[in-house]
DNA sequence: GTCAATAATTAGAATCATTCTAATTTTAAA
DNA sequence: TTTAAAATTAGAATGATTCTAATTATTGAC
């Protein structure tokens, strides 16, 4: 009920420099859709970040969230996730990590990896250089029936 | 330039006994779109999938050819393949494999696992069931300037 | 502080892959 | 044959994303 919901600042300084390093300024819509990403470790969708900025700031466009989600993805502090035919979903966590993927509920979950993303089995031809590891899995929350179906991405 | 250009049936009889098994029947667009999966190892689009089929069966709608695709899949004789936010690719290797992804030319590469796909060093909490492990990897080709740059999936 | 240049934001149109719909054709059984 | 189910088709609809053109905000000289 406070009137002045000012975003917390502390992730506005790490925000700002990263930004500046990829020449961008900070800018209020940025702050509050990175403060949107960082509020829940949930993977929204770009509608889902919209709605969710919205709230904070119900002037900001849903061109500007795209926008914003790709200044974030360019200047490292965003990950972009595909999973399946779906909406682009968007991840915070910059840790080397997977996705799981519930096809009951639509849930997208963070999964660790126990060893480091270089020691896996793989054989990389010599003639192709990779930048980027994406790993994702699809299966089921819990037994059938438990997980909450249908209400995925809800906040 | 031979009249009677019939679609070479080895494949045939395996699509035959997949269909069935699924409850689905061996229809002559079916037998086209699966030839033409599997006369190029690369990673056509719905799209590509389509012109491709047309050269060999002009009246195929593109409906036909996403319930097909569909249909192949769900059956277990092709893979699906998302990469990126592009349009869904699709593969006729259904060997445990990555895909490589280059950023310059758009080409997709399988590349081989060496070890099974189990022993990935993936820590699996107990609540999550996995149905089904994708990588994905991306990069380039070779040393810059060197790819097929922006030539994606030409025949 | 004013001004020009640049960056960011905005609403809405455009694009593009995919899915849906409703009508028609084909196939398999009875 | 007749009939029912399955498959195909053209085209419309959907939905995520990108593009466009106009407006607004920042920045850095001056
Ligand atoms: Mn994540
Ligand atoms: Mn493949
Ligand atoms: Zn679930
Ligand atoms: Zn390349």
Redesign the pocket.
Known sequence: MSEHSKVPSVEASELAKK?SES????????EHVFHVLRAQTDHP???EVYLRTKAE?P??????V???L??LVRCGLVKQVNVD????RFCCNMEDHCHFYCEECGWVHDIELSGGIRDFPIRMPRDLSARQLDISIRGACRNPGDCNRKSAGSS
Do not use: V
């Open positions: 930004l020449g961008l300024r900070l800018t209020s819509q940025r969708t770009a509608d700031m002037e900001i466009s849903m061109a500007t795209y926008n914003t790709d200044a035919r779906a909406a682009t």
